[in-house]
């Protein structure tokens, strides 16, 4: 009786070892995605918080510059400039601030005149359309306009927007309604900057309680001025938000006005990694709402993680110590070496006998099944087109009748090889039963392509050939069928292919056809 380990017992040994190394290994490859989840958290928090820091500071600034537009004179443009300058210096995410006043329609072309005479001498009221190009949406009638006379910064760009009536461009109407009933801010949809890029508007209606007399200077800002803050919607999040050495955040932001419309402040798609990647590690998502009193925003994010952030150095030197130990265990199988070896040539010998025509020496229906799989997912994903092509030796009844099966099998052997000299290493000939062969023929331009293939197969299958009841003359009958033309599936294809090639038969055999059914 033998004392040696049976190869089994070894073989469990060594499956039981290298699980515990993979074991550990997944325990240390989990702590570091968790450090990464945990490090993703901080990340989306500090974002958050900054936006929401940028959003209450927006309504800030706005209440200031309305308590400050109650106590600056009708025509001080200048004290409101140097007001303007110190705020976006010291927010400079605030794209642009922007004053509009309400006029009466009826003192709208005395002051368009009286503005162009002390301030500007292009100054003229005018629709938001007028600007776009696009076509002007119907007003109600109105007893009241609402220009904007003040920009700052002045940016070269936006120099058209001065005249421009709030009332006029979209979804401000409505807005300005709302602000009008309103002591509080209030925020647009988010909307393209007639500069480019999106953004949206906070908006505050300021009420003075009398008027006092200025003379005959510019009245600018009259007693109900709407005081607005135009931001940017990329300069609600900071540049490291969105890019950085390891893995970028993807980042989808909703900004919901305050008639309640989602409008999309800010999309950027994260680094999508590695389809390894993508397959191997997870991809870490957040939701997080912020809100001020006037302004609600919603901001997902997204993270793929890396290979190269998941194996650090120091995870790098441990999974190293565990594949060192992992070469250890091989040592027990190595007696069993040369079993091993002799039972993996007869496995590929059993392989290749179950997949292969014994005769010819092709691929059978079973191998080419599986190719056809491979070329099914090739036109999916590529577009890559590819023919079947159905190949019947004409009268080979007649000589295995007339000179036996051997001899029949020597003119197999001899069409098996001729043909498959006329393909290319990317194709593949099949013995599909007797005298019956089936060419998968891939990257096919067109029916004219795959024809051309046929005329190739058809005359060099059509010489005599010698066998060792002499020379006998051979031909073959052809029938194509093209994917997606007649079919994407082997039998529907096949089937095709077998009516064109009994429609060659019938027209005297020695003939390729093309099927010209639709699929079905």
Request: one cysteine or more.
């Amino acid at each position: 009786m033998s004392h040696r380990p049976r190869p089994s017992n070894l073989v469990l040994l060594l499956l039981a070892w290298l699980a515990l190394l993979a074991i550990a290994g997944s325990l240390l490859i989990t702590a570091e995605i968790r450090r990464l989840e945990h490090d993703f958290r901080q990340t989306t928090d500090t974002v958050a918080a900054g936006v929401r820091q940028k959003l209450h500071a927006n309504e800030a600034v706005l209440s200031g510059l309305s308590a400050f537009l109650l106590a600056v004179e009708h025509d001080d443009r200048a004290a409101t400039e140097r007001y303007a300058a110190a705020v976006v210096a010291a927010h400079p995410h605030i794209y642009q601030i922007e004053i509009a006043r309400r006029v009466p329609v009826r003192e709208a072309t005395a002051l368009a005149e009286n503005l162009r005479r002390h301030w500007r001498d292009d100054f003229a009221l005018k629709r938001f359309s007028q600007l776009t190009g696009r076509p002007a949406a119907e007003l109600s009638p109105a007893t009241d306009t609402w220009p904007i006379l003040f920009m700052y910064p002045d940016l070269p760009q936006a120099q058209a927007i001065y005249g421009v009536r709030l009332e006029t461009v979209d979804h401000l109407a409505a807005l300005l309604a709302r602000a009008r009933g309103n002591q509080q801010a209030v925020a647009s949809p988010v909307f393209r900057l007639y500069e480019g890029e999106t953004g949206y508007l906070l908006l505050q209606v300021v009420e003075r309680p009398t008027d006092r007399p200025n003379g005959d200077a510019p009245n600018l800002f009259g007693n109900s001025m709407a005081s607005m803050l135009l931001i940017k919607s990329a300069a609600l999040l900071p540049p490291a938000a969105t890019s950085g050495p390891a893995q970028p955040l993807g980042i989808h932001a909703v900004l919901v006005a305050s008639d309640g419309a989602e409008g999309v402040l800010l999309q950027r798609d994260a680094d999508a990694g590695t389809p390894l990647e993508r397959w191997l590690l997870p991809t870490f998502t957040r939701s997080e709402p912020v809100h001020s009193a006037a302004q609600h925003v919603l901001i997902r994010f997204t993270q793929q993680q890396r290979l190269h952030d998941v194996l650090s150095t120091e995870t790098l030197a441990i999974l190293s110590l565990l594949l060192v130990a992992a070469l250890f265990a091989p040592w027990l199988l190595l007696r069993h070496y040369r079993a091993l070896t002799r039972a993996g040539i007869e496995h590929e010998q059993s392989a290749y006998l179950a997949t292969h025509d014994v005769l010819t020496s092709l691929p059978n229906r079973y191998l080419l099944g599986d190719r056809f799989t491979h070329a099914v997912h090739s036109w999916q994903r590529n577009g890559n087109r590819f023919a079947v092509i159905l190949i019947d030796l004409d009268h080979f009844k007649e000589i295995n009748d007339q000179h036996g099966h051997e001899v029949g099998d020597e003119v197999l052997r001899a069409a098996a090889g001729r043909m498959t000299e006329e393909l290319r290493s990317c194709d593949t000939i099949a013995r599909y039963g007797g005298d019956e062969f089936v060419v998968l023929l891939t990257n096919v331009l067109d029916a004219s392509d795959a024809r051309q293939v046929g005329e190739k197969l058809l005359a060099a299958v059509s010489r005599p050939v010698t066998t060792s009841a002499g020379n006998l003359p051979l031909s073959c009958s052809i029938g194509i069928a093209l994917c997606p033309d007649h079919g994407t599936d082997l039998d529907t294809l096949r089937r095709r292919a077998d009516l064109a090639m009994y429609s060659a038969k019938q027209a005297g055999r020695r003939a390729v056809v093309v099927s010209n059914g639709e699929a079905g």
